[in-house]
């Protein structure tokens, strides 16, 4: 009885090892293929349970989400043969597994090598063709879409893999170029910086010649306004004194020979020689100015 349950138990060992290892499971992110003694059998197996023949047949599998490729920093020539230093990185996803593993033997690392060096080769030749402007903003999205075209045309055939999109994260000058180019451009702000200065200059002193002229001007205007103001006031004071002059001369000559009296006779010290029987003491010598 032992023995029976012994040899039970050892055969349901061995089916499950056979079951375990005759089963296998591709997630919805995979994508796989079956090699049967070494050699590709199945080239694209769908995601979902599968039936493998334990020993004989192997299974691998790959992720077939979108995968970044960063790659290192590479110097490029532009068409004015100006050197730059590109940092750039790919998005990729397998699209066919049989070329994918033919190309790479399902090595990702491989992939990514060969996927570099074509997206580099491939930048080489797109800023060999174009200005720095044109690298830098211009075109840089134009670039960017031939570039994928041009790159899915080889990979899509012979890796098996599609290139979804370039990126570049950064473009420097290399530094003995970066030292010249803020040398340049630090001296042409500074030329922009004279002329603006000069300019300015100019335009204050036209400002200044303008608002002394218009100064000038108003002065002389008004010193005009008060003249004739003044002549009016003096035709108007004059015209009033004649015409009460000629209502009563003889008083307004008495007036003014009283206020000749005071001003001459203002201090006590003043001294005056004058002949008493002038016309200055007419109303002194006579009230009635006789």
Do not use: C
């Amino acid at each position: 009885m032992q023995t029976k349950t012994l040899g039970f138990v050892i055969l349901l060992v061995i089916v499950a090892l056979i079951g375990a290892n005759s089963l296998y499971i591709v997630n919805e992110y995979q994508r796989g293929v079956l090699l049967r003694l070494g050699k590709l059998h199945n080239d694209d197996i769908k995601p979902g349970l599968h039936i493998k023949i334990p020993v004989v047949d192997e299974v691998r599998l790959f992720d077939a989400r979108i995968l970044t490729v960063d790659t290192r920093p590479e110097r490029f020539l532009t068409v004015e043969k100006k050197s730059m230093e590109v940092d750039s990185f790919t998005k990729w996803r397998i699209i066919d597994v049989g070329k994918y593993y033919t190309a790479t033997n399902g090595e990702e690392d491989r992939a990514m090598r060969l996927l570099s060096q074509r997206v580099n080769e491939g930048l080489r030749n797109q800023f060999a063709q174009r200005t720095l402007q044109e690298v830098v903003s211009g075109e840089r999205d134009l670039l960017m879409s031939e570039l994928v075209e041009q790159l899915n045309g080889f990979t899509q055939d012979s890796l098996g893999v599609e290139v979804v999109d370039v990126r570049v994260k950064k473009i420097d000058l290399p530094g003995q170029l970066s030292d010249a180019v803020f040398q340049r451009m630090r001296a042409e702000r500074e030329r922009e910086a004279r002329d603006h200065r000069s300019k300015g200059k100019e335009q204050a002193e036209i400002i200044r010649a303008d608002a002394d002229r218009q100064k000038a001007v108003l002065e002389a205007q008004a010193y005009r306004d008060a003249e004739l103001l003044r002549g009016e006031g003096d035709a108007k004071a004059a015209a009033i004194y004649a015409d009460a002059y000629n209502k009563d001369p003889e008083f307004y000559a008495f007036q003014r020979s009283l206020n000749a009296y005071r001003n001459a006779f203002n201090s006590k010290d003043d001294v005056m020689l004058v002949d008493p029987k002038s016309d200055f003491f007419r109303y002194l010598n006579n009230a009635k100015g006789k």
